[in-house]
């Protein structure tokens, strides 16, 4: 899977805007988690005719190969798009695990995202996978969205109309420009809705997340080019910019949306349907053991069946958020308990399932998995009655781990790994710990399975009789085996076309279950080793699949032969088993021609299929490499983004001529290791133009920054006196606080959930205050005007220091977080003019009882110190504020309250003063359920406008130096403070993604004249 990065939304709102996100001191988040650099990169850069490719050593092999394939897709898609650019980048990583750790794109990656096309520069940033199609594959899907950004660049307002276009449009041309219509992937998804009756429309592409855009905007995009011509692809994208997506297609095709979703869903149907007659529905694909049984979606992935055949162990998302790995009764399906997960255990980062499965050890009480921790790929043995980590794996010069498996004597774990972006086969010595490596070349050498004997492992690999890689042409996955002991490799071929994967020994030893979709459907067959017959062992409707076409789905247990498979069914995947005496298959009777099920609709027009003319081509465009240039990546700064500036006047009247504005400035260099923010804003005078410059650098794992900035800050107000003769004296008064500020800030993440953060500031605070008197008469005519600068009190010079440890295991929804634990514990030293410490414990903890969480908060936040209840130079905290505590906010507060209590003054009002104080505590609950959301969280599926409504109790109270904390006494007794509580009911709305609305309605306890306060803020769930 790769990513589509939608480009400047919002960015430059303000300078802060820039670097949000940003895993830097200077643009730190109060919680969030941390994207870590483990390792530091010696970059290089390989220069082609049209790209800068971006590398390290290590990959120096596979990114000259990359060079020549990225060649060959400029040569492809400028021809499709009719458009060229100068130069663009791309930046390569050698595994996931080091993709993961880019700076370049600033948020998290996981591991389904197998590239980004950044928008910042139109950069690509991508890992390699160790299988040459693949990387060719993820490598013109992103090209794709370069080709996207640079036609809507050229256009007007084209980047503001490229984000406007749905997901489908823009990823689905990616696939299909990429891949083509030849997917059995793909046409596996389109089977599955056809015999469901489930086709989704355009409008339901669109609107509705349960269709998964890459698959079904192919799928259509497909359809546009059989029927078209594949040059009316780019014209619809190219009109689309212009006029939207649903004008674009009526413009170019002559029909509307609604017309040609009735079209493609027939044609779908009519490709379908008939060559489904006499196969197997899912359903009826054996014997049920993990179903799909919540939701459409669901998934049960990777099956390993434990060698006793009573167990397995498969990787699910039962916490919604991440997968996880699970063991149950392979007989009977029941789970018997979870094995392991992030959730639950704080060493890994995230375990890997998408192109991996487990291993057991032959006395089925160990099983080793594929878990990432520290930036890498490591191989753990886990207890599985007592769910305890034995041992740990890290395979030095290995950054990925892919498919495991455990030898027959136990003494041995063979596995697929990634050095330098290249996949082979290595074997790990438990006893010794020592690592062999069995391949070394660039062929793909992937999914290892034992022979019963221990001597000779199978595998699935490129060493087809197609791959030429001068040509950089690839053959579909062949089945081979290697001789543990001299390395010599067979290769199997029972099919001319399609894939063969996942091998799988009988018990006997004589023969090889696999994978292979030779006729669109991706089933299981059998191949006898010594006579090399075939038998068929499936013939499902959709397919035995996981997640990708290469992922495994199959498992036999090594004493009694027993099968468990994976399944796609309702867009999710099931697992289902057969008995040994049911994987016999029948026999393939050779010449009769298979119908290709694995092509999309409705084929090719003759004369225009520029899309399967080109994949057919492997050598028009391919750059020799020989003209390529290397040399040293030195950082160097350019400007990345430029914000919307503002500008007004103002001339004459009492505030006299002005300017009010801002503008804003982004710099980095081409890796974004280093960034500098400048953001100028005017408001007035000279005098009142204020700046800011930051700097950070993400290199290396301790993070840091700086800043200065000058920041003034006016104010004012008008007063009027009678000075008699019908003439009245106007006065004016601009006060200006001036805030001179520079700062160094320093974060160490210790994981991608805990880090440490270090601050050092020095302020100076400077005041002013002018005062405008101007004579008017009543009509409004100046007669005379003054200006008086009067004296100021003197300015105020602190320094502080800030220790900051935070740590955030939590996982959002729509509106909030609703599962895990996240906390800040901070201390922040003042000395100056002004002389307090500043602590701050802030503890929130989510129960998740899907589909409500019970979330509670606790938070202190004090000053203490000399300076500590200074009113003169402090204002003082407010226990009102609503994301604190709701139903006491500030204008909530009337003089009818206040007077009843004091006189009739707000000023000195019981109820409004006990909310003022230099420590505040806060305690509060609420139980979150969501009404409006998605299929898999909410109570209705309600997308476009996500409701959260939670019941909550919110309990504070503030408190001085030289006040008590009772819960006792006269709540108009300021001497004591006493808590304050309110309940009520929330609603919060998640409004477009952009940003969450709270409505409020609480009654506060200790207000008696109050009954009910309504509210309303724009801030997520706490």
């Given amino acids: 899977m790769t990513s589509f990065a939608p480009r400047r939304a919002g960015l430059f709102a303000l300078l802060g805007a820039l670097l949000v996100g940003a895993p830097a001191p200077v643009a730190a988040q109060y919680f969030g988690r941390n994207k870590v650099q483990y390792e530091k990169f010696d970059f290089r850069i390989l220069r082609s005719s049209h790209f800068d490719l971006y590398f390290y050593p290590a990959e120096s092999l596979v990114v000259h190969d990359a060079g020549r394939l990225a060649e060959r897709w400029y040569s492809r898609h400028s021809d499709s798009f009719r458009h060229t650019f100068d130069r663009k980048s791309v930046v390569f990583y050698a595994d996931h695990p080091d993709f993961q750790q880019t700076n370049v794109i600033g948020e998290e990656l996981s591991e389904g995202t197998g590239g980004v096309t950044e928008g910042l520069r139109t950069r690509v940033i991508m890992p390699f996978t160790g299988i040459y199609a693949d990387n060719d594959h993820v490598l013109g899907h992103e090209l794709v969205h370069v080709f996207q950004y640079s036609v809507a660049e050229a256009g007007p307002g084209g980047l503001a109309r490229l984000g406007a276009l749905p997901l489908w449009l823009i990823e689905g041309m990616a696939e299909y420009f990429s891949l083509g219509r030849d997917d059995p992937l793909t046409a596996m998804w389109l089977r599955d809705a056809a015999e469901r009756d489930n086709l989704p429309t355009i409008k339901q592409l669109t609107n509705d997340t349960r269709f998964f855009p890459y698959r079904y905007g192919q799928a259509l995009w497909a359809y546009v080019g059989g029927r078209w011509g594949d040059r009316a692809v780019v014209d619809v994208y190219r009109t689309s910019l212009r006029i939207g997506f649903e004008e674009g297609i009526r413009r170019v095709l002559g029909i509307s949306t609604d017309s040609l979703s009735k079209d493609w869903i027939a044609a779908t149907r009519r490709a379908y349907l008939p060559v489904l007659e006499g196969r197997t529905r899912p359903n009826g694909a054996g014997d049920p053991i993990l179903q799909t049984a919540r939701k459409t979606g669901d998934m049960a992935l990777a099956p390993t069946v434990s060698p006793d055949g009573r167990l397995v162990a498969f990787y699910a998302r039962r916490s919604l958020f991440e997968i996880e790995l699970f063991v149950a009764d392979a007989a009977t399906g029941r789970l018997i308990k979870k094995l392991a997960g992030p959730t639950s255990d704080s060493h890994f980062d995230a375990i890997s399932f998408i192109n991996t499965s487990g291993a057991w050890s032959p006395d089925s009480k160990q099983f080793a998995f594929v878990a990432q921790a520290e930036g890498n790929h490591e191989i753990a043995l886990l207890d599985v009655t007592s769910g305890n980590i034995e041992r740990r794996v890290r395979v030095p010069g290995v950054g990925s781990v892919t498919h495991i498996a455990w030898s027959p004597d136990g003494k041995t774990i063979a596995f697929s790994g990634m050095s330098g972006g290249i996949s082979d086969l290595y074997l790990l010595d438990l006893a010794a710990g020592s690592v062999r490596q069995l391949t070394n070349d660039r062929n793909a050498d992937i999914q290892p399975a034992w022979s019963p004997d221990g001597k000779t492992i199978a595998f699935a690999t490129d060493r087809g009789p197609t791959t030429d890689f001068n040509k950089m042409l690839f053959s579909p996955l062949q089945l081979a085996t290697i001789d543990v002991a001299t390395g010599q490799i067979s290769v199997f071929s029972p099919f001319t076309q399609g894939k063969h994967i996942n091998p799988q020994y009988s018990p006997d030893g004589k023969s090889l279950f696999f994978i292979g979709d030779q006729d669109g459907f991706s089933d299981i067959y059998r191949l006898e080793l010594a006579s090399g017959a075939v038998s068929r062992v499936t013939r499902l409707s959709t397919g035995v699949s996981g997640i990708t076409s290469i992922s495994p789905a199959l498992t036999v247990a090594p004493t009694t032969g027993r099968m468990l498979f994976s399944v796609f ?29 694995g092509v999309l609709p409705p084929g090719d027009t003759p004369g225009r299929a520029t899309v399967t003319n080109y994949l057919r081509d492997p050598v028009t465009g391919l750059a020799s490499g020989e003209d390529f240039t290397y040399s040293p990546y030195r950082s160097a700064f350019s400007l990345d983004a430029v914000g919307q500036p503002t500008v007004g006047v103002t001339a004459g ?18 890796l974004s290791d280093r960034q500098i923010g400048l953001g100028v804003q005017a408001n007035g005078t000279v005098q009142d133009i204020g700046a800011q410059l930051i700097y950070q650098n993400l290199r290396n794992r301790w993070n840091y920054g700086a800043s200065v900035q000058h920041v003034p800050y006016l104010t004012g107000y008008l007063s009027y006196e009678n000075v008699g003769n019908g003439f009245f004296q106007q006065n004016l008064y601009l006060q200006r606080i001036f805030i001179d500020e520079a700062g160094f800030s320093t974060a160490y993440p210790f994981s991608s959930t ?30 005379d005007q003054r200006v008086e600068d009067t004296a100021s009190r003197a300015p105020i010079y602190y320094g502080q220091a800030s220790l900051a440890l935070i740590g955030d295991r939590s996982y959002s929804a729509f509106t909030g977080p609703i599962q895990g634990s996240r906390y800040r514990f901070e201390v922040t030293p003042t000395a100056g003019t002004l002389s307090f410490t500043t602590a701050l414990a802030d503890y929130r903890h989510y129960f998740f009882a899907r589909p409500i969480t019970f979330a509670f908060r606790g938070l202190h936040y004090g000053r203490y110190g000399r300076s500590a209840d200074d009113s003169t130079t402090l204002y003082p905290l407010f226990l009102g504020e609503e994301s604190l505590m709701r139903g006491y906010s500030v204008g909530s507060f009337d003089q009818a309250e206040c007077g009843s209590q004091n006189g009739g003054s707000l000023y000195t009002c019981a109820s409004f003063d006990r909310l003022l104080g230099s420590k505040l505590a806060v305690a509060s609950f609420e139980i979150r359920i969501p009404v409006f959301g998605v299929s898999e969280y909410g109570l209705f599926n309600v997308p476009f406008l996500p409701l959260t409504l939670s019941p909550f109790v919110d309990a504070g109270v503030a408190w001085t130096g030289s006040t008590q904390v009772s819960l006792s006494a006269n709540t108009n007794d300021l001497r004591y403070r006493t808590p304050v509580v309110s309940t009520g009911l929330s609603a919060r709305f998640n409004v477009l993604g952009y940003a969450i609305l709270e409505a409020y309605i609480a009654h506060p306890f200790q207000r008696p004249t109050k009954s009910w306060i309504w509210g309303f803020q724009l801030v997520p769930g706490w």
């Fill in 653 to 670: 009247g009492p505030f006299g001529t002005g300017v009010a504005g801002g503008v804003s400035f982004l710099f980095g260099d081409q």
């Fill in 569 to 597: 069914q309702d867009q999710g995947y099931a697992v289902y088993a057969l008995d040994a005496d049911r994987t016999r298959g029948e026999p393939l009777v050779s010449g009769v021609a298979a119908t290709n099920a």
């Fill in 754 to 783: 805990k880090r440490i953060e270090f601050s050092l500031s020095a302020t100076r605070l400077g005041f002013t205050t002018q005062i405008q008197r101007l004579i008017i008469d009543q009509a409004g005519f100046v007669y």
